[in-house]
């Protein structure tokens, strides 16, 4: 089992860059493939981006992609979303996940049911 922590949200205007941070405890953390979701206030949860176990194989949501990137540092159980030239639409909370099962496809990677454990969330506003 895996324990996931995020950090790193806040407050920026648009056009601005944040980057977030997801801490994993327990299980060794190079097992697992990774994903970042985001669900504003009301809305259903969506899919940001995804990561192999590796880190070389990765996807992205559309309305993202070209502007988020998603690394991981294994050495520091870690996986970042790196987010830049924000918008107000890109307001969520935002998740990170683990998924346990050792085969990953970019399609199935982006659906929530994929993954096993879930963090708390950390709040991302961008103001116009």
């Known amino acids: 089992q895996v324990q996931l922590v995020e950090s790193g949200g806040g407050l920026v205007q648009a056009g601005g860059s944040l980057r977030l941070s997801c801490v994993a405890s327990?299980?060794?953390?190079?097992?697992?493939?990774v994903g970042w979701f985001r669900q504003p206030t009301g809305k259903e949860r969506e899919f940001v981006a995804a990561?192999?176990?590796?880190?070389?194989?990765?996807v992205y949501g559309a309305s993202v992609k070209g502007r988020f990137t998603i690394s991981r540092d294994d050495a520091k159980n870690t996986v970042y979303l790196q987010m830049n030239r924000l918008k107000p639409e890109d307001t969520a909370v935002y998740f990170c996940?683990?998924?346990?099962?050792?085969?990953?496809?970019?399609?199935?990677?982006?659906?929530?049911?994929?993954?096993?454990?879930w963090g708390q969330g950390t709040q991302v506003t961008v103001s116009s």
């Open positions: 996940a683990a998924d346990e099962d050792a085969l990953w496809e970019g399609s199935t990677a982006m659906l929530t049911v994929t993954y096993d454990y």
């Open positions: 327990g299980r060794t953390f190079s097992d697992y493939s």
């Open positions: 990561a192999n176990w590796s880190g070389r194989s990765t």
